[in-house]
């Protein structure tokens, strides 16, 4: 009897797997598909040129190499400690591809923000010079260094195939998440549409976006200490734990050696990820 209960749970558990792995797989291919064009398209919008499939390569490399590293660290500690050590590192790699990404379009972002002050200048002094909106941006392509040539040489380009110019604009203000940028073209469109000095616009959207800039200095550098503490906080339960499998490796080696201790160590990494960013977003402060 027992033996045909087993056999009975055995093939209903392979008509389980048979009937979820088709919709189940196509969720996978799915989800896959999705985060491979979302890559390309940040990627394409930092001009970085990178085919779809070879993305997929790129992430299983790193997926192999942390793998590795991860089992090499802890080729020393009890079984099956360097198994699961390799199994976190190797998926920590496999979204290592997407959090460098990431952490690019964040910087590019940033370095735009900081040329638009410049850019909005010199289309102030194109126009009092007499330019055109279309010469003026020209100028600014010519004259300043990327990101921020290479985002409006991008609204040229829209433009001569018969984008309007507004549209353009607002195309980049979109790519580049930029909120002065979406100031800057919400003013060229009014202007374009009931009429206005835009050079002086221009001037009071640079003095706006300078005092902002102080601001937003000034309150990095209030919040700075909390946002340290918080990783500091956030790193004190790994290197205790590290100091402790130093002194004593038997003890510390349950921790990833039973069932017990891998649930504890899975709730320890949950609170101390949940209370880094916790005190993150008290400390980001929104004016």
Not at 50 to 73: D, K, N, S, W
Request: proline share 3%; charged share 20%.
């Amino acid at each position: 009897m027992l033996i045909i209960s087993v056999i009975v749970a055995f093939v209903s558990m392979i008509v389980v797997f048979v009937v979820i792995w088709g919709p189940l797989q196509e969720q996978i291919e799915a989800s896959q598909n999705r985060s491979r064009s979302e890559m390309t398209r940040r990627l394409d919008e930092m001009f970085v040129f990178i085919p779809v499939e070879y993305l997929g390569t790129v992430r299983a490399g790193c997926a192999i190499m942390f793998g590795i590293a991860g089992f090499l660290l802890g080729f020393r500690a009890s079984q099956p400690g360097p198994f699961v050590i390799s199994a976190i590192a190797a998926l920590l790699g496999f979204f290592f591809p997407q959090l460098i990404v990431h952490k690019m379009v964040k910087a590019r972002r940033k370095k735009f923000a900081e040329q638009l002050v410049d850019g909005l200048v010199l289309l102030s002094n194109g126009l009092r010079a007499g330019l055109t909106m279309q010469q003026a941006l020209e100028m600014l392509v010519e004259d300043c260094p990327a990101p921020l040539s290479q985002e409006f040489d991008l609204v040229l380009r829209e433009y001569r195939v018969g984008v309007e110019l507004d549209l353009a604009l607002t195309n980049c203000a979109n790519r580049t998440k930029d909120e002065d940028l979406e100031l800057a073209t919400t003013a060229v469109s009014v202007t374009r549409r009931l009429g206005g000095n835009l050079a002086e616009i221009f001037d009071r959207l640079v003095t706006m976006i300078k005092a902002r800039k102080m601001l937003e200095g000034k309150v990095e550098a209030l919040t700075a200490q909390g946002k340290m503490q918080a990783v500091i906080v956030a790193l004190m339960p790994y290197l205790f734990g590290l100091l402790s499998f130093k002194i004593n490796p038997e003890l510390m080696g349950l921790m990833y050696t039973t069932l017990p201790g891998l649930v504890a160590l899975g709730v320890v990494i949950i609170l101390d990820v949940s209370g880094y960013l916790w005190v993150l977003k008290i400390t980001d402060v929104k004016y």
